[in-house]
């Protein structure tokens, strides 16, 4: 199977500072990383994912990086806001096509709070 | 526009009742999943899916039960529910495709209470 470790738990941040989420996983064979965003109250969404074949991603404020040495990948939120207030969620996932693992491993979670 | 749908929202049951989980989906994914959601636990899998008629065991299947009659439904039961299964439910679903993009589109879970 997979493992995914992602920490911090909790993450509170003042308004306009950077965070930074890590995880790390297991299996080698992993090869998409998403992250996800859950609010409360509400369902997990996807923010940005990246796949094995990249280093990094920006889309906006956010940035993911991945590190397939080390096996380890980063969700990086820069100026922060209040509505960024939500839990995190990292995956990994083994998405080859045919494989019955066709399923996404998740971190436990980080609860950022951002203060105004 | 509905994408993943569980029924219900909100449940109490009491302990050694039993009760089906409804999750529908309309975007023809192939992969289905049903979730449980605890403080400090992150998501956690209990059965999934991989197309009609099939189901295969995660992580926390004891106490639950699946099926996929539909490719568009996804049924976890619990036969004889207990304390422990109190929790969130999730369902997700998630296409197969070429470039094996796995995104997981999520219902807006079920709040499940046993006493």
């Known amino acids: 199977g997979e493992n995914v470790e992602q920490h911090p738990s909790t993450l509170s941040v003042q308004e306009g500072d950077s965070a930074v989420i890590k995880c790390t996983y297991s299996?080698?064979?992993?090869?998409?990383f998403p992250w996800y965003k859950q609010e409360l109250g509400k369902r997990p969404q996807l923010i940005i994912d990246i796949r094995s074949n990249v280093g990094e991603k920006k889309d906006q404020r956010i940035a993911v990086t991945l590190n397939k040495t080390a096996k380890h990948f980063s969700l990086h939120i820069t100026e922060t806001q209040p509505e960024d207030s939500a839990v995190y969620f990292c995956a990994a996932n083994k998405a080859d096509r045919g494989s019955t693992l066709g399923r996404l491993y998740f971190g436990r979670g980080t609860q950022l709070t951002v203060w105004p | 526009n509905a994408g993943v749908t569980q029924t219900p929202k909100f449940r109490v049951l009491k302990t050694g009742q039993s009760m089906t989980l409804l999750c529908a989906q309309d975007?023809?994914?192939?992969?289905m999943y049903w979730y449980r959601q605890d403080p400090g636990m992150g998501l956690r899998l209990i059965h999934y899916s991989v197309g009609e008629g099939t189901t295969a065991k995660g992580e926390v299947p004891d106490g639950y039960n699946v099926s996929r009659l539909k490719k568009q439904n996804f049924l976890l039961g619990l036969e004889s529910a207990a304390p422990s299964q109190t929790s969130v439910y999730f369902c997700?679903?998630?296409?197969?495709?070429?470039?094996?993009?796995?995104?997981?589109?999520f219902g807006q879970g079920t709040r499940l209470t046993v006493v």
């Open positions: 975007m023809n994914h192939e992969y």
């Open positions: 299996d080698s064979a992993s090869n998409y």
């Open positions: 997700a679903s998630s296409p197969l495709t070429q470039t094996a993009n796995t995104e997981a589109f």
